[in-house]
């Protein structure tokens, strides 16, 4: 809220405005205002040394009980004054609901000042606390499909199967034929039948005839998968420069063992073809997740 002048039939005029403290950075949002203006006098004189000042929330902009209340003593330097509410009293964890609050301010022995500030948007920044701390959402969805119902019980897939490999040896490929990537392989058991995600990833190095290129597939259970002549996915272009692929699929799958591969082919439109090392930078490597 910015500051605005107000006059009061008391015997001060104030200038205040309130907004959110400084917020630590230990996990835990405090439940603290900081509260700032100027005090003048009737005739418009800033009022300095030490002042008692009680401040209160309501949940209407007249009458009814204050939902918090406190009372501190400060000492003004030219009229100016600053106050961290909550520090006397601390502001209970639910009175920043959404709903509109009202901020009434009263000095030494005066009534209450009229009319009370309205507490902006601002502070309610305070309930992002919650974000840090429990969440508590009434339900959990991703992608439109719900995984936590609002009883807390978590309904989405189980991840009932989840391996992975990675490439072993250096390989080199020309011309249509798949070969199987050294220990890109591995053996899935499924208790039950349900849905597997594969992906696989890496880099090649294009080789032969500028320019090569190098195709990829899987294979489960001895079946290909993909375009027969260059797979799931394509990758190449200019010799000397490695090149990133990947691929993913998702199948059902029976219950039992089963065995995924990737294969490398060189491509055949072209007299070039590719190499795959070992070596981080370059080696297939492949995942299954099965739910």
């Not at 591969?261 to 299954?288: H, K």
């Amino acid at each position: 809220m910015k500051p605005s002048t107000r006059a009061y039939p008391a015997s001060l005029v104030a200038i205040a405005a309130i907004g959110v403290s400084s917020l630590s950075f230990a996990g835990s949002v405090p439940m603290q205002l900081t509260e700032q203006g100027r005090l003048l006098d009737t005739n418009g004189v800033p009022v300095s040394g030490g002042v008692m000042f009680t401040f209160s929330l309501y949940a209407a902009a007249t009458g009814g009980t204050a939902l918090w209340t406190e009372q501190q003593t400060l000492t003004l330097q030219n009229g100016y004054l600053s106050a961290q509410l909550g520090t006397v009293t601390p502001i209970p964890p639910g009175t920043f609901s959404g709903a509109v609050l009202y901020l009434g301010l009263a000095v030494n022995t005066d009534p209450e000042m009229t009319p009370r500030q309205t507490v902006s948007s601002v502070p309610y920044a305070i309930v992002a606390g919650n974000a840090v701390g429990d969440i508590t959402p009434s339900s959990v969805s991703v992608a439109d499909a719900a995984v936590i119902n609002n009883q807390g019980q978590w309904v989405g897939p189980s991840i009932v199967a989840y391996q992975t490999a990675t490439q072993t040896a250096n390989l080199q490929t020309l011309g249509a034929t798949f070969v199987d990537v050294p220990g890109a392989s591995l053996s899935l058991t499924l208790t039950t039948a349900g849905t597997t995600e594969l992906l696989a990833h890496g880099s090649i190095n294009p080789t032969g005839t500028n320019p090569g290129y190098c195709g990829f597939r899987f294979m489960i259970d001895g079946v290909a998968t993909g375009d027969p002549t260059w797979g799931n996915v394509i990758a190449g272009g200019a010799t000397s420069s490695w090149v990133p692929w990947t691929m993913t699929t998702t199948l059902p799958m029976t219950a039992g063992v089963h065995t995924v591969a990737v294969q490398q082919c060189g491509y055949p439109m072209t007299a070039g073809g590719c190499g795959s090392a070992s070596a981080l930078y370059s080696a297939a490597v492949i995942r299954a997740m099965s739910f």
